[in-house]
């Protein structure tokens, strides 16, 4: 790990103009590319005080061993010189988005002389209009099938297109007019061209107008009583109209739009992103990638650098609506117009049909973030490699087959609880699952954690071996676990290991996991482990961690809000909910409840001649206090 001072360079010696510039580390490879307006303030934030740098910042300047710089005339060089140094190099912290080569288009391949509809994957070809992308195959080929009848565009190969030119006979699309059968001669290459571009212009999202055009001609056909013509128009129509319902209305505007959402943890980051054009939805696709040392508005930026970098300008939309504003977002805005050839704009919604959208791809992503998490964690290959990672690490003596993590949660030391989760064989069990009211009240951390492992461990104490429940299966709080982890860094577990010493388990191993730089701790050492970030074992711990966050956090929501009121009825023996709310139904308040006399308390449904006597007696004395909302002290009653 180096230290940055040594390769800083002397503020005199960095330029104030816009440019580009790169880490590299001690073997010499890029591991770092970003851009700035100006490079001297921007390069000097890299070499503060590492405690004040974001935790992949810091991983990346400790990296590197040298950095270096281009400047450049304005913004928008930068922003493409960036771009195709994150192409050539690509740099180990830049985000890393998977390749899209699997999403298929819908591709029309107007370069050639005779165009061709097909579905296409890969790098984009010049002279091709694509459509899409669609999330399967299928859904290209049944939109093709569904139009073909309206724009009967070539679909064959260009070996099927010789075979039928040297026969002189159609395939079989042809006789079915699924196919202008230009092969022999039934349509010229300029009418086969009008066809494609109709097909294009439908896809592209001008539907209005071929929809309107066969109305109107189905109708003339039957105003001139032909109606077989007109039953073939109405079957056309029919078709747009089915092709049409494929793809709902989102944006009544008819917008051309691309509209990205993310969601990211501490480790990856989810993508997605609808293609609206013409208001219908044209195409999704999304992308699930770990996260390099760049800010979420920087993660923004390099997206559409990477969608839009080698893209044609015919499919860069009018907006590009987006969750928060790209690092330097007038200089993409500007480039995406220069792609364009016309105005781009680069926006986050704030409100109506667009805003409601954006929550929509928002919920996609996260879906998708969380897909990827559970086929990750279910993967047995993945758990396996874990468990035996943490082995090594820990230099434990077997695999961590049990692992229980502790966590507490309190606000400002009120309603103080802890959590205990178990995850087996890698994978949560959510019946183990345990949760703690801390006694002591305090809103020490470390205390109340040293609470809760003493009152669980305590079990083990009692008894070594796990016992038995009434039918003869073991009992699953007495199972030892062969690792506890807790949040935080060393004083947490000195107090996990000191709670467990004195209730004598001492063949437990206790790990800390701290948040912020992800560092594994051990007691017995003077300097935290830290794994690779690509570091399976890394991986299981963090979510054993965040679960049992989770869970604490859940029950002290649960907590709070159940203890927010108190009445002058909690704590009568005898009156329990059902009866107070019954007293307060017939007598209307707590002030009338006080007021009242034994026997008007006593034809009260539920309260008997004791009871009522009890009531009485405990509210007729010294008055107590009133109910009051405990996070605000206002007075309730």
Known sequence: MADPRSYRPRPGEIPTDPGVYRFRDQHGRVIYVGKARSLRPRLSSYFQDLRALHPRTAQMVTTGASVEWTVVRNEVEALQLEYSWIKEFDPRFNVKYRDDKSYPYLAVTMGEEIPRAQVMRGKK??????????????????????????????????????????????????????????????????????????????????????????????????????????????????????????????????????????????????????????????????WVSEKGAESTPEVVEHLLQQVYGAERG????????????????????????????????????????KRTLMQTVTRNAEQALARHKVARSGDLTLRSQALQELQEVLELDDAPLRIESFDISHVQGSDVVGSMVVFEDGLARKGEYRRFIVRSGTGDDTAAMHEVLTRRFRHLADAPTPGADEDGRPARFAYPPNLVVVDGGRPQVRAAQSALAEVGVADVA????????????????????????????????QRVRDEAHRFANTFHRQRRSRSMTTSALDGIPGLGPARQQALLRHLGSVKAVRTATVEQLQEVPGVGPALAAVVHERLSGERPAPAVNLSTGEVLE
């Open 125 to 286: 070809r010049p002279g091709t209009r694509y459509f899409g992308p669609y999330t399967h195959a299928w859904a290209i080929r049944e939109t093709m099938d569904t139009l073909l009848r309206v724009f009967p565009v070539r679909t064959c190969s260009a070996g099927v297109f010789r075979r039928a030119e040297q026969v002189g006979r159609p395939c079989l699309l042809g006789y079915i007019d699924k196919c202008s059968a230009p092969c022999v001669g039934r349509v010229d290459p300029e009418e086969h061209r009008a066809i494609a571009e109709d097909f294009c212009a439908f896809m592209a999202g001008d539907s209005a107008r071929f929809v309107r055009d066969l109305e109107q001609r189905m109708r003339r056909a039957s105003a001139d009583l032909d109606f077989e013509t007109a039953a073939r128009l109405r079957d056309d129509l029919g078709a747009l109209r089915k092709a049409l319902e494929r793809s709902a209305v989102v944006l009544s505007d008819a917008t051309d739009a691309d509209v990205y959402a993310l969601a990211e943890d501490e480790l990856e980051v989810a993508v997605q992103v609808f293609h609206v054009r013409g208001g219908r939805i044209r195409g999704q696709r999304g």
């Open 314 to 353: 015919e499919d860069v939309p009018r907006e590009v609506l987006v969750p928060i504003l790209p690092s330097g977002h007038e200089e993409v805005q500007e480039w995406l117009t220069g792609l364009r050839g016309a105005r781009v704009g680069v926006r986050v919604p704030q409100r109506g049909d």
């Open 510 to 541: 206790v790990i800390g996991l701290a948040k912020r730089l992800e560092e594994v701790w051990n007691a017995d050492q003077d300097y935290p482990v830290v794994l690779p970030r690509t570091s399976e074992a890394l991986y299981l711990l």
